[in-house]
């Protein structure tokens, strides 16, 4: 009996779960449309006035770890309405203008395939794994790192990383990832769940013969008329070879932050934006409805689902801001100096260091600050930039990529145009001269990411 009882508990709660990590993950702009989407299918769930500022001063007390939840009987959630301003604290009565602040960002393939590690990725394996794949994939979507090679850079092995792999592989854009065009093209029909041997040993064995029109040589190999060649290859011409020049073109997307960061003197003030959003309550008439005990059993039924997508829509939202809220803070705490004046002072900062502080999932941080920006008081951040990956030094400590990078790039505008800092080179000025504990492939990785060329194509001649 108890055995049966835990099983249909983890039966209810993992849609739950699913709708909560899907709402921590999402930004503003895309919550918002969620919302008004839920809003025009439940009766139950009806806007209620607009929220209050919220606003946390980094210096007062923490909020609860654990928001209160919407209440479970009909009586107490009779009027019941979610409002985000119970963390505010006593003494604080500023207001702060949230202006809908809307700009253009250009979105990146690395920046796509992190939203959807995020959402998919189950352990924190994945997601260290992962990060470090979508790292190494180039602008055309193909992955340019080997699977030892990731696997020592992360000291795991190369079966993990092989596992994560398959997992980014059935990410949009269909074909990502892939180490070679066959691979690409393979997933694709895969993805796409259209079999066919045939159209398969093509891709395998035929692209340099479909690439000259060698249909003939094609039909001989595969044992096949002619005629059965052409509309496989037109089957191919649908594949994209290329799956990430799309992203890779950047286009405009509308950015609202999820938090504001305002210096006042000394002192940072975090506003965790609201105003963008539509506060929630629950409907009055039709809790009173389910309340009356002749209430057919259909509408009863259809009422009573109503309220519980309401109320988990609820809950998932307050955990949301209550989770940004909590993880916000802790950043402006510790990249207080970069926060203030910019983003070459920031300190080296992990997903682990965070989680370890506040008592959370290291998943959990990074969902929640993945694709969310900050308005800073110089302009507009995504909060994963405050999550600079870092690397030591001779005497164990850890300075961040950002200043890694800067050394790099104040090498090579320093350098002789006619004789340019080779990638080796840069290497020995890192290691030698600044005693760091950096690889030859990490210096090239950070060049690119830099996006300065290479030395041969550097060189005046």
């Known amino acids: 009996m108890q055995i049966k009882q835990s099983q249909e508990l983890k039966r209810l709660l993992a849609p739950q779960l699913q709708q909560s990590l899907k709402i921590l993950t999402l930004p503003l702009s895309e919550l918002k449309n969620l919302v008004s989407q839920e809003l025009e299918a439940n009766p139950i769930l009806e806007e209620s006035r607009p929220k209050d500022t919220v606003i946390v001063k980094i210096d007062s007390q923490e909020p609860p770890e654990k928001p209160s939840d919407p209440p479970s009987t009909l009586d107490a959630i009779d009027g019941y309405f979610y409002h985000d301003s119970k963390y505010v604290s006593k003494d604080d009565t500023t207001t702060t203008d949230l202006r809908a602040t809307v700009i253009t960002k250009k979105m990146n393939l690395q920046e796509v395939l992190l939203r959807q590690l995020g959402i998919f990725s189950s352990s924190e394996d994945d997601l260290k794994i992962g990060q470090e794949i979508i790292g190494n994939i180039d602008e055309n979507g193909y992955l340019k790192a080997t699977i030892p090679e990731i696997a020592q850079t992360l000291n795991t092995t190369s079966e993990k990383v092989e596992n994560t792999l398959k997992l980014i592989q059935g990410f949009e854009p269909n074909g990502v990832a892939a180490r070679s065009i066959s691979e690409c093209l393979l997933n694709q029909l895969k993805l796409a769940k259209k079999k066919d041997l045939l159209l398969e040993k093509i891709v395998?064995?035929?692209?340099?013969?479909?690439?000259?029109?060698?249909?003939?040589?094609?039909?001989?190999?595969?044992?096949?008329?002619?005629?059965?060649?052409?509309?496989?290859?037109?089957?191919?011409?649908?594949?994209?070879?290329?799956?990430?020049?799309?992203?890779?073109?950047?286009?405009?997307?509308?950015?609202?932050?999820?938090?504001?960061?305002?210096?006042?003197?000394?002192?940072?003030?975090?506003?965790?934006?609201n105003e963008y959003m539509p506060s929630l309550r629950i409907n009055k008439i039709y809790i009173r409805m389910l309340k009356q005990k002749n209430l057919d059993k259909k509408t009863r039924e259809f009422l009573t689902q109503k309220l519980k997508n309401a109320l988990e829509l609820i809950r998932a939202i307050t955990r949301r801001q209550s989770t940004l809220r909590r993880i916000v803070n802790l950043i402006a705490q510790i990249q207080n100096e970069a926060i203030k004046r910019n983003l070459s002072h920031l300190k080296p900062l992990t997903f682990q260091d965070v989680a370890r502080n506040l008592n959370i999932h290291e998943t959990t941080v990074c969902r929640a600050i993945m694709n969310k920006y900050a308005k800073l008081p110089y302009g507009i951040v995504a909060l994963k930039d405050f999550f600079p990956s870092s690397i030591a030094n001779r005497n164990g400590e850890n300075v961040s990529s950002t200043y890694v990078k800067k050394i790099i790039k104040d090498c090579i505008d320093a350098e002789d145009r006619k004789h340019p800092l080779s990638d080796k080179k840069i290497f020995e000025i890192l290691t030698k001269d600044k005693n760091l504990n950096i690889s030859r492939r990490t210096v090239a990785k950070y060049r690119e990411e830099l996006k300065i060329l290479s030395s041969s194509f550097r060189k005046e001649r």
Request: charged letters at 30%; glycine letters at 2%.
């Open 204 to 273: 395998v064995c035929h692209l340099d013969d479909v690439a000259k029109k060698r249909f003939q040589k094609i039909a001989k190999s595969l044992d096949q008329p002619l005629e059965a060649i052409a509309p496989l290859v037109e089957k191919l011409s649908k594949l994209d070879p290329k799956p990430g020049r799309n992203y890779s073109l950047d286009y405009a997307q509308h950015i609202v932050p999820d938090v504001i960061i305002d210096q006042d003197d000394n002192d940072l003030a975090i506003t965790i934006n």
